[in-house]
C-alpha cells in the first residue's frame, strides 16, 4: 500500500509539473518576446537573439526605435491625436480607473445583494434568484446594442463613465458565492444585534462585513480584473474608430498595435509583447499579496450553513 501511495504522488506531481509548464510557457515567451530586438521577425524564436528595452522606451515616448538607436519613427502619426502624455500610459490610466471604479461599485453591489438574499426573507425572493439565475446563462455582449443607444441617448458615449456603468450595471448578478459565505455566518449574530437595537445597515456594515474579509477580498479582485483586460465591450462602446484615441483602454491599444495593415505587427510586435507584460503585472502584483484571502473566500462560499 505504501509503494502504490508512492507511485500514485509520483504520477501525480508528473502531470502537476506538465501542466504547470504548459500554463507558464506563454507567459515566458510574452516576456522574452518584450525584449526582442528582431520584432514580429524573431517570434519564431523562443530566446530571442538580441536583447535591448528599446520596446519599453517606445511605449514610454510614443515611439519606435531602431535597436542602434539612429532612427526612430513615430507612432504619433499612427494613432493620431496624443495628450497630456504617451499613448499608453494614457490607455493605462483610462484601465485603471475603470477597474478601481467597478471595483467599488461592484463590490458594493454584489455584497448588498449577497446579504439581502442570504438574510431577509421576503415574497419575491425565490423568483428573484431564478430570474438572475436564467439571465445570467446568457453571454453579456447579447445586451450591446442596446447598451450603445442607451449610452448615445444620455450623452456619455465613447467615455470611460459608460463603461464604468456597463461593467458595474449587472454587478448584483455575481451574489452566489457571497451568498453561500454570508450563509455559513450564524443569523444569531444578526439576533443579538438587533435586541440590541441594530439596524439591518449596522449589522451589515459593522458586523458581517468584518467577519467576511475573505469574501469582500474575494468579490473586490474578481470586480478588478473583469474589466482590466476586456476587450468586446469597449471596443464597441468606445470605439477602435475614435479620432481622439485618449479615452483608449489598453486592450483596444494593444489590438491596434497588431493590425495587419500598413505592416503594423512587424513593427509594434515589441512593444505589444512590453505593453502585455506591463498590463499584466499590477494585477499579477495585487493578485498575489491577496492570494490566501481569494481562496479562502472561495472555499468559504462554496459551503452552505
Known amino acids: 500500500m505504501k509503494a502504490r501511495r508512492i507511485i500514485g504522488d509520483i504520477v501525480v506531481y508528473i502531470i502537476l509539473t506538465i501542466l504547470a509548464v504548459i500554463w507558464v510557457l506563454p507567459i515566458?515567451?510574452?516576456?522574452?518576446?518584450?525584449?526582442?530586438?528582431r520584432g514580429y521577425g524573431g517570434a519564431s524564436s523562443f530566446i530571442p537573439t538580441e536583447f535591448w528595452f528599446g520596446n519599453y522606451a517606445g511605449l514610454a515616448t510614443n515611439a519606435v526605435v531602431s535597436i542602434n538607436g539612429s532612427t526612430a519613427s513615430s507612432m504619433y502619426n499612427f494613432f493620431g491625436y496624443v495628450e497630456n502624455g504617451t499613448l499608453y500610459l494614457g490607455a493605462f490610466v483610462n484601465t485603471l480607473l475603470i477597474a478601481l471604479f467597478c471595483m467599488v461599485i461592484a463590490t458594493i453591489m454584489t455584497l448588498a445583494t449577497a446579504y439581502a438574499f442570504s438574510r431577509l426573507r421576503f415574497k419575491a425572493r425565490t423568483g428573484f434568484m431564478r430570474v438572475i439565475?436564467?439571465?445570467?446563462?446568457?453571454?453579456?455582449?447579447?445586451?450591446?446594442?442596446?447598451?450603445?443607444?442607451?449610452?448615445?441617448?444620455?450623452?456619455?458615449r465613447q467615455t470611460i463613465w459608460s463603461l464604468i456603468i456597463i461593467y458595474s450595471g449587472g454587478a448584483g448578478m455575481g451574489y452566489y458565492i457571497s451568498k453561500g459565505?454570508?450563509?455559513?455566518?450564524?443569523?444569531?449574530?444578526?439576533?443579538?444585534?438587533m435586541i440590541d437595537g441594530a439596524t439591518r445597515f449596522q449589522i451589515f456594515y459593522k458586523i458581517i462585513m468584518p467577519l467576511s474579509k475573505p469574501i469582500v477580498?474575494?468579490?473586490a479582485l474578481t470586480a478588478f480584473m473583469s474589466p482590466w483586460g476586456e476587450y468586446i465591450t469597449a471596443s464597441y462602446v468606445l470605439g477602435s474608430a475614435n479620432v481622439e484615441k485618449t479615452n483608449w483602454t489598453v486592450a483596444i491599444l494593444?489590438?491596434?498595435?497588431?493590425?495587419?495593415?500598413?505592416?503594423?505587427?512587424?513593427k509594434y510586435w515589441g512593444q505589444f509583447c512590453a505593453g502585455a507584460v506591463i498590463v499584466a503585472i499590477p494585477v499579477a502584483i495585487v493578485f498575489?499579496?491577496?492570494q490566501r484571502y481569494y481562496v479562502s473566500g472561495v472555499t468559504g462560499g462554496a459551503v452552505k450553513g
Do not use: H
Not at 515566458?28 to 530586438?37: G, I, K, T, Y
Not at 439565475?133 to 444620455?154: H, R
Not at 494593444?254 to 512587424?266: K, P, S, T, W, Y
Open 28 to 37: 515566458v515567451w510574452l516576456v522574452l518576446q518584450s525584449f526582442s530586438a
Open 133 to 156: 439565475l436564467i439571465l445570467g446563462m446568457f453571454p453579456g455582449f447579447l445586451s450591446l446594442i442596446i447598451m450603445y443607444w442607451f449610452m448615445d441617448t444620455i450623452g456619455i
Open 181 to 193: 459565505f454570508f450563509d455559513t455566518i450564524s443569523k444569531q449574530i444578526d439576533e443579538a444585534a
Open 217 to 219: 477580498v474575494y468579490t
Open 254 to 266: 494593444l489590438n491596434n498595435m497588431l493590425a495587419v495593415e500598413d505592416g503594423r505587427r512587424g
Open 288 to 290: 498575489l499579496c491577496m
